[in-house]
């Protein structure tokens, strides 16, 4: 998975046996006087108790869910561009030094439906030209990339199988902070090596969080987690104590680590905007966003603030408008500084175009505009080019 710069250590039970207590030769709630008769029983029964006092809700998803987790290899052919381009003097010297190679990828994934549609993350299937898919039976798969979308970092893939388990798709709005969850996957290749998931425990630590947008791929509303995941992990899910998938595993914030390992700064994709974006990959295979809004935008910085005299330095400034766009028939001007969009503040250009990017053709974007110091309000509708 991309590094973003962004144990149970134990178990504590106390066994209560529902029988009663043994005391001396005697078993009181009615059990036999003879103790020696029932000390096989007894036994039996403290073993059973200890066994159920160790299961629970977080054991009973891990069981639940397990099989429907998958590994994912890619084989993925990169194309290196020669260090001088196309310059004819360099070329005379040194020739044409552009290259292909083969990369091995590895990431996570789950099943969604019987019929072998499983999801995962864009940035794990990246380019690939060979996708397999590592079942907990030992299976190992060819998978058919139905569709992915960079800018949401999702993909939909499908083997040619049927009856198979798969996990049930929760509401990521009904999440609590604080609940436990689960986090399945392939850190590190290990599903290869041993045919089922690597499981990590946690809470849910914040809801909504907004990261900064990675390589034209844009994190908003992500749901924050302590539950460990590390590479490899991207594309597996983040499960509730009842079963219910409510993330999809993306990102970790590795702070100063060398190593890029979890440091408990986990993040997810929202269930529900992943159940959007799939429905569309499944349905075309692609998601549409050639938009008709002809701006350019940039982050207001503490020169802009400076210099247009505002308290805060916040929101996208309009550098240029597209002549006859959506923008231009709207009267939003150079100079412009969008302050929010459809009742969302807005910090940055990065932050307007995530919004943006998560609308579909025919929603109203309603802006909040800064000009000459007052505030105006703004409305047009996305259409395609």
């Known amino acids: 998975m991309n590094r973003s710069k962004y144990l149970l250590a134990g178990i504590t039970f106390v066994v209560v046996l529902a029988s009663g207590f043994i005391f001396g030769r005697y078993v009181f709630k009615g059990e036999s006087t003879d103790l020696k008769a029932n000390e096989n029983i007894s036994r039996e029964r403290v073993i059973q108790n200890i066994t159920d006092s160790r299961e629970n809700a977080i054991t009973r998803t891990v069981a639940d869910v397990s099989k429907a987790v998958v590994g994912i290899s890619v084989t993925e052919v990169r194309e290196y561009r020669d260090p001088f381009g196309d310059d004819p003097f360099f070329r005379q010297f040194f020739g044409d030094r552009s290259y292909k190679q083969e990369v091995q990828g590895l990431g996570s994934g789950f099943l969604i439906s019987d019929d072998g549609y499983i999801i995962t993350n864009d940035h794990v299937v990246g380019n690939a030209t060979k996708v397999t898919v590592s079942m907990t039976n030992g299976d190992h798969l060819d998978a058919e990339i139905i569709g992915k979308d960079s800018y949401s970092d999702i993909a939909v893939l499908k083997i040619n199988k049927t009856g198979l388990p798969y996990i049930k798709l929760g509401n990521s709005d009904d999440v609590i902070i604080g609940e436990w969850v689960v986090a399945l996957g392939n850190p590190f290749g290990l599903f290869e090596v041993n045919q089922k998931p690597t499981v990590t425990v946690g809470v849910v630590s914040a809801m909504g969080m907004k990261l900064n947008s990675n390589e034209n791929r844009f ?117 412009d500084i969008i302050l929010s969009v459809n009742g969302e503040k807005i910090g940055s250009d990065a932050d307007f175009w995530g919004l943006i990017l998560d609308m579909k053709i025919g929603e109203k974007v309603k802006l909040k505009i800064l000009r000459a110091g007052s505030e105006i309000d703004k409305e047009f509708e996305l259409k395609v080019k």
């Open 219 to 335: 994190y908003r509303n992500m749901i924050q987690t302590d539950a460990a995941i590390n590479s490899g992990n991207s594309g597996g899910p983040l499960v509730n104590s009842i079963g219910e998938v409510i993330g999809m595993n993306t990102l970790i914030y590795t702070g100063n680590s060398m190593a890029g390992g979890n440091i408990g700064l986990g993040f997810a994709i929202p269930m529900n905007k992943v159940k959007a974006i799939v429905d569309k990959l499944k349905k075309d295979g692609k998601i549409e966003r050639n938009y008709d809004i002809g701006l350019r935008l940039q982050t207001v910085d503490k020169n802009i603030a400076q210099y247009f005299k505002l308290t805060n330095v916040s929101g996208a400034i309009v550098v240029n408008v597209e002549k006859g766009s959506a923008a231009d028939n709207e009267g939003i001007k150079p100079e």
